[in-house]
């Protein structure tokens, strides 16, 4: 005997689905505002070291390309409304035209792909690891892209650029790169089955 859904739990599945992509989007938001909130300054340096780009990464494998680029859209939106939640609790819109600005814009085409180069989730084979460790670091050059191109504003060259944006964090971001992996490959397979 055929199990035939009634309309109303069709309706209730679909509703408790779209609830669940609600929540994730804002988890990831709010996931990405703690993650500025790490913040460690480097001297004479306007770019911080935080956590961001792992809970980028984060985003992209755990919610998929489109919900994890809706996360980091929200969270961008969210600081240039006013919300304390950028690096340092800046806020507003004039901080997304500032040192760091490049980087915060690039966040949601970082997460849509990492999301996307990663693939749909299955067993942690050797292959699938790979793939995803890839995803993660690739995902992860919009960001200095980003970065360094705005930087370029301020320092008035591209060497001063990558100087200032890209060669001090690139050991820092291997170290959250394989954070984020070992965490994308214990709860992938749950997370983004329940969405």
Not at 48 to 56: G, S
Not at 125 to 138: E, F, G, P
Request: proline share 7%; charged share 10%; no cysteine.
């Amino acid at each position: 005997m055929r199990n035939v859904l009634t309309h109303e739990q069709t309706v209730e599945a679909a509703t408790h689905r779209t609830t669940r992509r609600v929540l994730a989007v804002l988890a990831f938001a709010v996931l990405t505002a703690i993650g500025a909130a790490v913040e460690i300054p480097l001297p004479g340096n306007p770019v911080p070291f935080t956590l961001q780009t792992m809970i980028v990464s984060l985003a992209g494998v755990l919610l998929g390309p489109w919900l994890g680029a809706a996360s980091q859209s929200l969270y961008v939106l969210a600081g240039a409304a006013g919300a304390p939640v950028f690096a340092g609790g800046g806020a507003g819109l004039p901080h997304l035209f500032g040192p760091t600005g490049g980087y915060l814009l690039a966040f949601p085409v970082a997460a849509a792909l990492t999301g996307a180069l990663a693939g749909a989730p299955g067993p942690n084979t050797l292959r699938r690891t790979v793939r995803l460790a890839l995803a993660i670091l690739i995902g992860t050059l919009p960001v200095f892209v980003g970065g360094a191109t705005q930087l370029v504003f301020f320092t008035g060259d591209l060497r001063g650029a990558i100087a200032l944006g890209v060669a001090p964090f690139l050991a820092g971001d291997v170290v959250k790169s394989l954070g984020a992996l070992v965490i994308a490959m214990r709860y992938r397979a749950r997370t983004l089955g329940q969405l």
